[in-house]
């Protein structure tokens, strides 16, 4: 059903006709051909509710890549950039005289503690399924991942759920310390877009937020700004943008930290505090249509997709990976 916009739109790119062009352009806030303007907007994080690991403390908020203090969670505005030392550079084009550093240990996804300790919840939390693979080696990397997929409706049901999904580029070696990924999240009944970087001093970031309806097509990119051949690039665009308005929302040059991408996900789901099946969305399933690129810039078109599945937390609900070369499928 929702195949064809998202096909023609991803042989544009195989094809070279889109290749790179939007994210570059839209990388200082400027107009791409197709009319997209980045916007401005004001990001609230989910609050970490009852249904949360017992050993979160009060004061967290939820995040793609966990549990994290308020304070340690840093959204940015328009024209601001986070610079490879950690400070910030503002849209006057000041910069902060100190990078700012977590003072608060985060809790991964399952209720682990970055300081040790670990709990457990019994319902649905972090990360639910996925389809990646990897170069099997620091020394290769990959340069650039572009993905398309449909806003799905909204979920039958409200029980203080958050969900997320995106495609994103980590080091397997390192998967800690930086995680780039272009997301779709899901809150109180708004859908919006943001892209996001985890984690530089244990701070998570994140371009300004923008709301998104059902329906609406969404673009999604990860681009070095380094050359072809290059392994270790110290700069990344995170891109993302709703192709049905026009509206994006991007980190620009967003420090690697150093670390070599050779991870790549095509399609994850991400949700906590679910109670209920019908805490997703109604129609069960969501398809990425994801291109990687290689650190030469030529697209993988035959990945060898590997699947990861919870199937140990509760509710299961017909949880499922369908990768297809450049699809991958998620059922919930």
């Known amino acids: ?3 064809p916009r998202t096909s023609v739109w991803l042989a544009s790119i195989v094809l070279g006709t889109a290749l790179m062009a939007a994210p570059a352009e839209l990388a ?3 107009t791409s051909a197709s009319g997209a303007q980045e916007a401005a907007s004001v990001n609230t994080h989910p609050i970490a509710g009852p249904n949360r690991p017992a050993n979160v403390p009060d004061g967290y908020v939820i995040t793609p890549f966990g549990y994290f203090h308020a304070s340690c969670v840093r959204s940015l505005v328009k024209g601001e950039r986070l610079m490879a030392d950690g400070r910030l550079q503002h849209a006057d084009g000041s910069i902060d005289e100190k990078a700012a550093v977590c003072s608060y240990p985060h809790y991964q996804r399952n209720g682990v503690s970055s300081a040790g300790n670990t709990s457990t919840s019994p319902e649905i939390n972090g990360w639910v399924e996925n389809a990646n693979f990897t170069t099997g080696t620091p020394s290769k990397t990959y340069g650039s ?7 799905p409706p909204q ?17 397997i070696n390192d998967p800690q310390t930086s995680i780039l990924q272009p997301v779709l999240g899901w809150y109180q ?12 001093n244990g701070i998570t ?29 110290s700069g990344w665009n995170v891109l993302s943008v709703d192709l049905s308005t026009g509206q994006s929302t991007i980190l620009a040059n967003t420090p690697s930290d150093g670390q070599a991408f050779n991870w790549a996900f095509g399609g994850v789901l991400e949700a906590y505090s679910i109670v209920r099946c ?4 109604s129609d069960r399933r969501l398809t990425f249509e994801t291109v990687v690129f290689n650190q030469d810039l030529n697209p993988i078109l035959d990945p060898k997709w590997g699947k990861a599945v919870n199937n140990n937390g509760t509710p299961q609900c017909n949880y499922g990976v369908k990768p297809d070369r450049l699809k991958v499928t998620v059922d919930y």
């Open 28 to 30: 200082f806030g400027s």
């Open 205 to 233: 970031t994140n371009s300004p937020a923008v709301s998104v309806s059902p329906g609406d097509l969404i673009y999604g990119s990860i681009t070095s700004n380094c050359g072809a051949g290059s392994v270790l690039c």
């Open 1 to 3: 059903m929702n195949t």
């Open 278 to 281: 019908e805490d997703y969305p």
């Open 145 to 151: 991942l572009v993905s398309g997929w449909i806003v």
């Open 189 to 200: 009944g708004q859908w919006t877009i943001a892209s996001w970087n985890c984690c530089l």
């Open 155 to 171: 979920p039958a049901a409200n029980d203080g759920q958050v969900l997320y999904f995106f495609p994103g580029f980590e080091d």
